[in-house]
């Protein structure tokens, strides 16, 4: 089950790394890295969903994803960083620990 967890997290990374393409790209190669960028970041969704249930997946996608191109932001683009800022992201990796936690493991198919 860690495998499909890492599975979403390496999804999430491609997908902050997809969101920054389609703000920052200007030539042919940055937007091609972007498109390689939301497939892999699909790919590693769609592999996750099935072996976790589909909403715990997605949510857990998006709110990783959410931080990290929040914190990318911060670090690389010169984005203004506020204690309410921090503190909603930490709320948002709370909720999702949470999710992780309370979800069920889908059985395995025999």
Do not use: C
């Not at 030539?27 to 972007?34: D, K, N, P």
């Not at 997946?57 to 800022?85: C, M, N």
Request: negative net charge; charged residues 15%.
């Amino acid at each position: 089950m860690l495998k499909e967890w890492l599975k979403i997290i390496i999804a999430a990374v491609f997908e902050v790394l997809w969101v920054i393409g389609l703000t920052h790209a200007n030539q042919v190669l940055e937007w091609i890295g972007t498109v390689i960028a939301i497939v892999i970041s699909f790919y590693f969704l769609i592999m996750a969903g099935e072996k976790i249930a589909v909403g715990t997946v997605y949510a857990v996608f998006v709110g990783l994803g959410t931080a990290g191109t929040v914190v990318s932001g911060v670090f690389f683009f010169d984005e203004e960083i506020s204690i309410a800022k921090i503190a909603l992201i930490f709320l948002l990796l709370t909720g999702i620990i949470g999710v992780k936690w309370t979800s069920e493991p889908e059985k395995e198919e025999r």
